[in-house]
């Protein structure tokens, strides 16, 4: 059986490019992970889904838990099989997800109390309940759990929010116990404060995890204050395991992130986009309602090579759009995961070549260039 | 070039296996045409629509008018480049949807004075009118320009209405000249009454056209009344055209009709259901928001070979349609697409084979089962 191995195959300054194998498959990074919140990438199929290339998929531990419920999805033989998918899922702890969805929440030293979005019930949820689901679910990557406090945040909130995250991720690791061909992540915390970070970083490392998230952040601090983090942060993981910047991020957030040490992402970005028209290309984001676009026989960008781009114009992307038809969102989902896929084996690419810094350079300039002109 | 053309290949009873012959490619009879209304076949990739067998999808000439409208569908290259649908496409003339659908109408001998139901804009559709815009779609079958008035009607209004659509048939067929490759079919009236079906059906006779609609049924007679009805009106038609009876049905509208002598049809029912929730099977129906779905490990219909039934448990599907997701909508519009297709092609075999009665039986019988056994 295939256990669970990272590789670094290239570097390319700060950056990488490996593999992380599994006993489902291998996950070529830097990579990018589309976001199946509720058992499935909204308004895609499995197969869609990987046709974009997409390696492994993120489930969401709090939405799985309340609807349909982690014994359920296992009694049905786990979150693969029941949705169809049977490369790598990570699923997350479902600590961020409590804190910012959940009603009457209480958070303890034990963990957190809530009553749920859905319909109201009670729920309590701890490291050690965090892994149960996850192993319930059958998830490959298992996330730590962990709290993040929404930043701005003053110093003594974010130690005492980190070293409770670091007190849960020892529990965390103890719960997940051994279990071949499945990987446990720690997830970094200590906001934008870069001893907090190191402290946190030394208090995994010393535990030993497969992976390390860097969590906390895209939390509402902006571009400058993540990459002034993401300028040390990524250094003070181990430098053999993988990195992953949970939550990120828009195009240029990833480019900036993989050229500061960042090997996986995630973020519902382009499939949320895609649902309100709004395509991520080459030239930026195209806002497809707009009525400049009604009579445009132009496809979305004539160098794509997805379904979207290659059989539809602006003009019906725009009229489906405003007609609130179904396949607006499944197409420019499509294009939009698409265009994610395309630009992370860009980055894989350019690393291989020793080309990043170049590869970075021409897509902002291509960005600076704007949407292609009118006809 | 393909001029189009009609062929019937067997006969059983009353019932007709035929071919259509178009330029853009044959259609099989007794054929099923998804509805694409707003220029998508709802929740459906064009590839996927034909995926499940559809030789051949209807659009609507009323929504396409007001949005995104038909010249300019015309300047992008036509509905089929437009939506991406290289097969044949039947228009209707916007008759029914017009007095559905629209406000402020004003029906004259001339046509129908109205207000768009999108952004209140007035508009005019008389046949000269409605056979321009079906030419400007590019449609492969247009539709007469009629008149229908709801049922239950009393003979005076039915009669005037019959009338009045046959004098708009006249002018139809003047409106649409000559255009080898591209067929117009003639719309029957007369409500429920014999005389006034026989008195219409003779009246397109004589004008001529390379197809028939029954019109003016399902529209709240309720099925045996409607049954009633064709137990005369497809033979009041000619023998050597197709039959069409539009807006038709439910599966076992569909059957019954089909004994009776009809060669087409077609229905928002299965794409609509699907996006309901509403699964249409040999079984009957099954609504996969019920509960006791929940826990089923079971296909939706092992014997399917669609992708919803291939890959997907029953308690997937009612997790996807209780959360509101895309993917609910995807996959049970495949579905009953494919059951309708199935049906279909089911239906063309037993002619061919003589043996629709006994299929009709089975048919019958699998509903009388029910939905299979809990587990």
Redesign the interface.
Known sequence: MTRFSYSILARDGLARRGVISTPRGEIRTPAFMPVGT???V????PGSVRETGADILLGNTYHLML??GAE?IA???GLHR???WDRPILTDSGGFQVMSLSELRKLTEEGVRFRSHVDGSEHMLTPERSMEIQRLLGSDIVMCFDECPALPADRERIVESMRLSMRWARRSRDAFGDRPGHALFGIQQGGLEEDMRGESAEALASIGFDGYAIGGLAVGEGQEAMFACLDYAPGQLPDDKPRYLMGVGKPDDIVGAVQRGVDMFDCVLPSRSGRTGQALTRFGAVNLKNARH??D?RPLDPECTC?CCT???R??L???M??G???S???LTWHNLHYYQELMQGLRDAIEAGTLDAFAEGFHARRAEGDMAPV
Chains 1, 2 share one sequence.
């Open positions: 509720a058992a499935t909204k308004a895609m199929l609807r349909p359920r009694r049905l033989g029941f949705m169809d009604r009579d026989p379904p059989r539809y114009s003009a019906y725009h009229h489906v405003r007609s038809e179904i396949i969102s499944m197409l």
